[in-house]
């Protein structure tokens, strides 16, 4: 992927001062809270108005302990952002509202509640923002095989994927469905996966780095693949427990997370991502 650092513009950095309501209290009240909470059966967190009792991540406000290694990932989820924004306000004109990446670190207070890393990175319609640790792309190349730039873009876009459905009132629709292979919640993930690839397909136009933007690079394509086979349902399940539970499905098959953002990829066009099967059904 060729591309240029900006400004950050698209970034809201947290890294310093992750951790919500903990970091306000300290590690010693925290461990406190967390005793109190377990002996009363009251979870006392929800007084200082933290939904739940977190890792014991004390935020050092405004210090970020970083390295030029991390700060290239910042200025890359900054640039694909970006991109992938200016790319979606060309297909949607007027519906399209800005979104913006909130970094965090170890865990952190968002509108949809107290969300730890370890969730993975999450879209919250509450505050329309992307949140993201960048140690999940660590994850994603060590644990999951999937290394690369395109493959964080991915990542990144299938983020912004779930913004563009809350915008068009898709995500609402969905609300309260349950798990499961035919579920309307692995239909939204597919459709969010088939949006990331509308944008891959945008930024595989040549003569897009001169223009100041992203573009990719003979490739580039295999990387975002191997990312969406690696974090398939079937795939996840199999190396977590050694068997397939198609009625906890949430994100849908390796196989069909592929073809979905090959499909983006492929047509350039939102209509093509109908995941519901409102039109074929
Ligand atoms: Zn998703």
């Known amino acids: 992927m060729r591309w240029t650092p900006g400004d950050r513009s698209n970034i809201e950095d947290a890294r310093g001062r992750s951790g919500g309501g903990i970091a306000s209290i300290g590690i ?62 060309e297909l949607l004109g007027g519906r399209y509202q800005r ?5 965090f670190r170890d865990a952190i207070q968002s509108a949809c509640g107290f969300a730890q890393s370890a969730t993975g990175p999450f879209y919250c319609p509450g505050d329309q923002k992307v949140y993201l640790d960048l140690g999940f792309f660590r994850e994603l190349s060590q644990r999951f095989g999937a290394p690369g730039d ?14 563009v459905q809350n915008l ?6 969905v609300q ?26 945008a930024a595989s136009q040549q003569g897009r780095f001169n223009a100041g933007g992203v573009e990719l690079e003979p490739g580039d394509a295999e990387e975002a693949l191997r990312a ?14 050694g068997r397939v539970m198609p009625d906890r499905f949430t994100h849908g098959t390796s196989a069909q997370r ?14 093509a991502c109908d995941t519901f099967g409102t039109t074929t059904r």
Not at 168 to 173: D, K, V
Not at 258 to 269: I, L
């Open 176 to 201: 309260g469905s349950r798990s499961g292979a035919n579920s309307a919640s692995v239909a939204l993930e597919l459709q969010a996966d088939c949006y990331a690839g509308i944008w891959g397909h």
């Open 228 to 241: 969406a086979a690696a974090i398939g349902d079937d795939r996840l399940q199999r190396e977590a427990t």
């Open 150 to 163: 395109f493959a964080q873009a991915y990542v990144v876009t299938h983020e912004i994927g779930h913004h």
């Open 28 to 89: 010693g009240g925290f461990l406190i809270l967390l005793v109190l909470s377990w002996a009363t059966g009251t979870n006392l967190f929800s007084l200082l108005g933290t939904d739940s009792a977190g890792p014991s991540s004390v935020g050092t406000s405004g210090e970020v302990r970083t390295t030029p290694e991390e700060e290239r990932l910042v200025d890359l989820v900054d640039a694909v952002t970006r991109d992938a924004q200016k790319t979606w306000e």
């Open 168 to 173: 068009l009132g898709t995500t609402e629709r």
């Open 258 to 271: 592929v073809a979905w953002f090959k499909r983006g990829m492929e047509s350039g066009d939102p209509r």
């Open 99 to 103: 979104t913006s990446v909130k970094l």
